[in-house]
């Protein structure tokens, strides 16, 4: 181990986030250092899609700060998203394109020089295993290889920050296990943010996790501490529901 | 960046089946109009003969047809518009360009260069079929000019007005049907307009239009053009820019 503290790739300070009259994220802070994988995890509508949004630009905070590498994500937009890679719930794919075209297209807009546009689709194919159907045409393709399309655009361009927002969702098991085994040597290099219901997923790939429920957080620790959290050993599940439960009878009705 | 997203609107347009069959389609129209106006010129040509200051073939056959280019545009532009942003946003394509190091001022630009340059191929045939007379008769080269820009500018507008119009909604129909309403009713508003100095011939482009139909070069005319495009583009910057402020 080296005593060098691991650099901090993302800081969100204490976000809020209202649509109309509904807070759906009331004072969340989140800190993510180079070599992690933080898991964010929730019940559905517990606000992890909206947070995710506002980490990467595409929903403004009513309130808190962002910094991206150190940089502010509201002052300096252009600089920190070059240092973001984001897979949104549904990937965001152009069907009508080939892969190949698609991922060109992705990593250029990420700021990739046109002469090493190449090489990064052909590393981000070859991680995802996508070699063999550069050429398709994305509509044709199944599920599977969408979402892995998806996650090549996110890391093409090699960025210091990873959002995956529930990465997989509608994968067969041997796609999910694969996709796991990638997430998890991308946090080595990287830092990846994720978002899942799934406990098992965050148990198996995730070095720390923050539950969310309702818009704010509720826990906060490794996954490790979360298995033995207040309760015997290796009961993950039932810490989860009863933190989330213990939350819902905190909040005045 | 502009150019980056502006070659993705054309790349996604031309794979696409359904725009080589509407281009197929409107250039068999323009040729068939074509061929209709030269067929009536060439019956009336001994009677024109006779007419002192007769107006030239130019006249008679182009600016028609440009005047009917600009009436097709009005349907025409709302169809290819209403993708634009609206699609992107149903289809959630659009977080891509929202979460990558781009201004939102690229993002529009990129797009409305992008269909411009799409519908100026598809326009382009109009002069080319004008200009294979130039064999055989003298053009007025002026006229044609003025024709050009005029349904250029035109053609800006109409795309900056669809453009705004997309980013309003999630559903590309309603934004076309929108767009079209819009487009339609600026015309109306200007052909039922009955005074000669009433301001609703103002806020219509198609009234802009006609100066340069018959080859009059106002630069009262293109300033409106530009204000007219320049405004539409930059609500749409604006709408962006409160989707991700209000959700």
Known sequence: MSNVTPEITLSARNLSR?????????????????????????????????????????????????????????????HAKAHIGYLP???????????????SFAARLRGIKPGEVSDALNRAKQRCGLTAVGHKIIGTLSKGYQQRIGIAQAII???????????????????????????RELGDAHSVILSTHSLSEVES?????????????????????LDSHGGEAGKLEENFIRLTEQSEAETPS | MIKLIAMRELRSLFVMPSTWFVFAALQFIFAWFFLNALQSFLDFQPQLAQVENAPGVT??????????????????????????????????????????????????LGKFFGLLV???????????????????????????????????????????????????????????????????????????????????????????????NSGLLDSGD????????ASFLLLAMQRIHNNRRYG
């Open chain 1, 205 to 225: 790939i995730c070095d720390r996790v923050e539950i969310l429920h309702r818009g704010t957080l509720v826990y906060s620790g490794t996954t490790a501490a």
């Open chain 2, 59 to 108: 006249a008679i056959l182009a600016a028609p047809q440009f005047n009917m280019v600009a009436l097709l545009l009005m349907m025409l532009v709302p169809m290819f518009t209403m993708r634009l942003i609206a699609e992107e946003r149903r289809n959630q394509t659009f977080a891509l360009l929202l979460s990558s190091p781009l201004s939102v001022h690229q993002i529009v």
């Open chain 2, 222 to 229: 293109v300033v409106f053009f530009f204000v007219f495009s």
């Open chain 1, 157 to 183: 361009h090699s960025p210091s920050v990873i959002v995956l927002d529930e990465p997989t969702v509608g994968l067969d098991p041997m796609q999910i296990r694969d996709v796991r085994t990638l997430i």
């Open chain 1, 18 to 78: 209202s649509f109309g009259n509904l807070t759906v994220i009331h004072d969340v802070s989140l800190e993510l250092k180079r070599g992690e994988v933080l898991g964010l995890l929730g019940h559905n509508g517990a606000g992890k899609s909206t947070t995710m949004q506002m980490l990467t630009g595409c929903l403004t905070p009513d309130n808190g700060d962002i910094e991206i590498c150190g940089i502010d994500l509201a002052r300096k937009p252009m």
């Open chain 2, 118 to 212: 799409f519908l100026l191929a598809l326009t382009c045939s109009v002069p080319l079929m004008i200009y294979t007379l130039a064999p055989g008769t003298h053009l007025d080269h002026g006229l044609l000019l003025g024709n050009c820009i005029g349904l250029l500018l035109l053609t800006a507008s109409y795309v900056a007005l669809g453009l705004y119009i997309s980013s309003l909604t999630t559903q590309p129909i309603i934004a076309a049907i929108g767009a079209m309403a819009v487009l339609v009713g600026l015309w109306l508003a200007d052909i039922a307009a009955s005074a000669a100095d009433s301001p609703w011939h103002q806020v219509s482009p198609f009234h802009h239009f006609q100066s340069f």
């Open chain 1, 89 to 103: 719930e549904t990937p965001p794919l152009y069907r009508e394109l080939s892969v190949d075209d698609y991922l």
